[in-house]
């Protein structure tokens, strides 16, 4: 099956400085690639979609200077938390599909990421 | 209002009762209604989906969508301490993005 990677798993860094998240699909090639969000007991936030070769799609309310989101290659995508505070401490999910005609259940999630700023 | 709702729970159930897990939605476009599992720290991984309305099963699972109320339902038979996790409700129309409920808790005991 179609299987997505995400590094780190957990990270801690401290408030001010820059942490970036990887997510790879490790046996297909992602076209678009989506980055949630999730608080505890919260469900996940759509934060971006986003597609290889193109700049992102921001959802409302989601800052983009502060998550810079990169997609270079259908296999690889980053997101970059800039000047993390701890209000930014979360659980990062991406999740990818193949194609832009892909059905709704064909959206394959990352394990996620635990962010915490100190 | 929330385009899904999902209680939150936590739901504990002894080992080998029958599970119901509920989502209510606002949206009339929704066609695609999936329900996943997330164990704690981990992603979700796909458990069942449907198209438009009725039932399907698959093994201990059977899922129910009702648009005629805009309420969907995964039943879990004989459930197992393996079960434990927390079941996401997700639908989306045809060409919007996913939304999600927040998120049953369930807990089977030994």
């Known amino acids: 099956g179609a299987v997505v990677s995400q590094h780190p798993s957990w990270v801690i860094c401290k408030s001010g400085t820059s942490v970036k998240i990887e997510c790879r699909s490790l046996d297909f090639q992602a076209t678009t690639m989506f980055w949630y969000r999730q608080f505890p007991k919260k469900s996940l936030m759509l934060m971006a979609t986003?597609?290889?070769?193109?700049?992102?799609?921001?959802e409302q309310g989601v800052e983009k200077d502060k998550f810079l989101i990169n997609h270079a290659s259908l296999t690889l995508s980053t997101l970059t938390v800039t000047s993390a505070h701890p209000e930014d401490s979360s659980f990062y999910i991406c999740?990818?599909?193949?194609?832009?005609?892909?059905?709704?259940?064909?959206?394959?999630f990352g394990p996620g990421t635990r962010l915490t700023v100190t | 209002q929330k385009e899904v709702e999902q209680d939150p729970g936590p739901l504990s159930v002894p080992e080998g009762a029958i599970v119901s897990l509920n989502c209510t939605y606002s949206n009339s476009a929704f066609q695609y209604f999936m329900w996943y599992r997330q164990y704690s720290r981990k992603g979700p991984e796909l458990l069942m989906y449907?198209?438009?309305?009725g039932n399907k099963e698959d093994g201990r699972f059977t899922a129910q969508v009702d648009k005629s109320s805009k309420y969907i339902s995964l039943f879990i038979r004989d459930s197992q301490p393996s079960d434990s996790a927390t079941y996401l409700c997700?639908?989306?129309?045809?060409?919007?993005?996913?939304?999600f409920g927040a998120g049953t808790r369930l807990t089977v005991k030994p």
């Open positions: 997700a639908m989306r129309a045809n060409n919007n993005d996913m939304r």
């Open positions: 986003s597609n290889e070769g193109s700049k992102a799609t921001y």
């Open positions: 449907t198209y438009s309305s």
């Open positions: 999740s990818a599909v193949l194609s832009t005609t892909s059905l709704p259940y064909e959206q394959y």
